[in-house]
């Protein structure tokens, strides 16, 4: 999942958690990463995590790659969603994957290899969730801009938001879960 440190941070966990993540793609196991998850599956696989352009904080949309690849993992999905960010970082798509998502200021939102599926963006916020980064990451919101969202603007018909997003993410964890068979 997230968290506030960077996969370029020399912690002494991170070369252990790439090493275990190659290891799985190369059994074939299923693996999956939101936001720091999918930069250490990125940086596992070959690819780099850099700065974004700009940070990406709150919901914002997100829209679909095209390929017959991607179209599989994106059947029935809209050309373009809603999604929630929190993001000053960025992964490549390492190779061989294929990109699955992208949003105006971050081309690289999903990418999928194998049975392995990475996401920068998140798709698995609650309500509560959004409510306590809102609150416990308050000194990163601001300034308020285009792409940083104050927490009044992230918690507007947030229920709603957020039964729209559970619906993304149905759609992704039940394509992803067939490779647990």
């Known amino acids: 999942m997230g968290g506030p440190m960077s996969v370029n941070d020399p912690l002494p966990w991170i070369p252990k958690v790439t090493e275990l993540i ?28 850099t700065k974004n352009p700009v940070k990406e904080i709150g919901w914002l949309p997100v829209s679909c790659a095209s390929g017959s690849l991607a179209d599989n993992w994106l059947d029935g999905l809209p050309a373009q969603f809603e999604v929630f960010h929190w993001h000053g970082e960025t992964f490549s798509i390492p190779p061989g994957a294929t990109r699955l998502l992208g949003s105006r200021d971050c081309a690289n939102q999903a990418f999928v290899i194998g049975k392995t599926l990475a996401f920068q963006c998140h798709i698995e916020m609650t309500s509560d969730m959004v409510r306590e980064w809102a609150r416990v990451g308050a000194e990163e919101l601001a300034p308020v801009c285009a792409t940083v969202q104050n927490p009044q603007t992230m918690t507007a018909d947030l229920d709603a938001r957020v039964q729209r997003l559970q619906a993304v993410a149905d759609k992704f964890y039940d394509r992803w879960i067939q490779g647990l068979k």
């Open 22 to 49: 190659r290891k799985a793609v190369t059994a074939d196991l299923p693996v999956l990463g939101h936001c720091l998850g999918g930069q250490l599956i990125s940086k596992a696989l070959g690819g780099t995590i």
